[in-house]
């Protein structure tokens, strides 16, 4: 283990040589000691013992014949690949709006008529719009928000552009202005 260095791995080797159980036994209580001084912040930790013991017999590859104070890890388990994580899988319709998007939009296709169903369809689009800027830097027109919901719900959520507030879902005073300046740069200077 390299956290320790090649001084402890040659005490370590050493300890396999001994013959005598006993002396063993020391030479490994006194290894773990060095061990243990080399990290004085870890030994506030409540296994930080158990690990000390763990190393020491991952250092030895599990050789060292001693009796040891508590139960150290087992070889084959530390040889044992990890859980898969369960990633989503499945296609996204419109990448750029997200995973999160489409279970937004399922929820509000099966929750009935009414304010509340308005207004998560509101915030939805509201969400859209950013996704969709923060991907294509073009501003988005209301039109194309209102056909991809409409297209995400297979025609169970339609909406007229003056369903939804026009201020919320226009460029924001800032991304008008950073607009007009790179149109502004663009133009070619006028000779005098």
Same mark, same amino acid.
């Given at each position: 283990? $390299?956290? !320790?260095?090649?001084?402890?791995?040659?005490?370590?080797?050493?300890?396999?040589?001994?013959?005598?159980?006993?002396?063993?036994? &020391?030479?490994?209580?006194?290894?773990? +000691?060095?061990?243990?001084?080399? !990290?004085?912040?870890? +030994?506030?930790? $409540?296994?930080?013992?158990?690990? %000390?013991?763990?190393?020491?017999?991952?250092?030895?590859?599990?050789?060292?014949?001693?009796?040891?104070?508590?139960?150290? *890890? /087992?070889?084959?388990?530390?040889?044992?690949? $990890?859980?898969?994580?369960? !990633?989503?899988?499945?296609?996204?319709? !419109?990448?750029?709006?997200?995973?999160?998007?489409?279970?937004?939009?399922? +929820?509000?296709?099966?929750?009935?008529?009414?304010?509340? &169903?308005?207004?998560? *369809?509101?915030?939805?689009?509201?969400?859209? &719009?950013?996704?969709?800027?923060?991907?294509?830097?073009?501003? *988005?027109?209301? /039109?194309?928000?209102?056909?991809? %919901?409409?297209?995400?719900?297979?025609?169970?959520?339609?909406?007229?552009?003056?369903? %939804?507030?026009?201020?919320?879902?226009?460029?924001?005073?800032?991304?008008?202005? /950073?607009?007009?300046? *790179?149109?502004? &740069? /663009?133009?070619?200077?006028?000779?005098?």
């Amino acid at each position: 283990m $390299p956290e !320790y260095g090649r001084c402890v791995q040659n005490m370590v080797n050493h300890a396999l040589t001994i013959e005598n159980r006993a002396e063993r036994q &020391r030479c490994a209580n006194t290894i773990i +000691k060095i061990m243990g001084n080399m !990290y004085p912040l870890l +030994k506030e930790m $409540p296994d930080f013992k158990q690990k %000390l013991w763990d190393h020491l017999a991952i250092m030895s590859d599990f050789k060292l014949d001693i009796d040891y104070p508590c139960e150290v *890890v /087992r070889p084959d388990s530390l040889s044992s690949a $990890p859980d898969r994580i369960p !990633y989503a899988s499945g296609r996204i319709r !419109y990448r750029h709006y997200g995973r999160f998007l489409e279970n937004l939009i399922r +929820k509000a296709v099966e929750m009935p008529e009414g304010p509340e &169903r308005s207004q998560l *369809v509101h915030l939805i689009a509201i969400q859209m &719009r950013k996704n969709f800027i923060t991907w294509n830097k073009d501003s *988005v027109e209301i /039109r194309k928000l209102i056909t991809d %919901l409409e297209d995400y719900t297979d025609g169970a959520i339609s909406l007229r552009e003056e369903d %939804l507030e026009i201020a919320e879902l226009q460029p924001s005073a800032a991304q008008r202005h /950073r607009a007009a300046m *790179v149109q502004q &740069r /663009r133009r070619p200077a006028r000779k005098k």
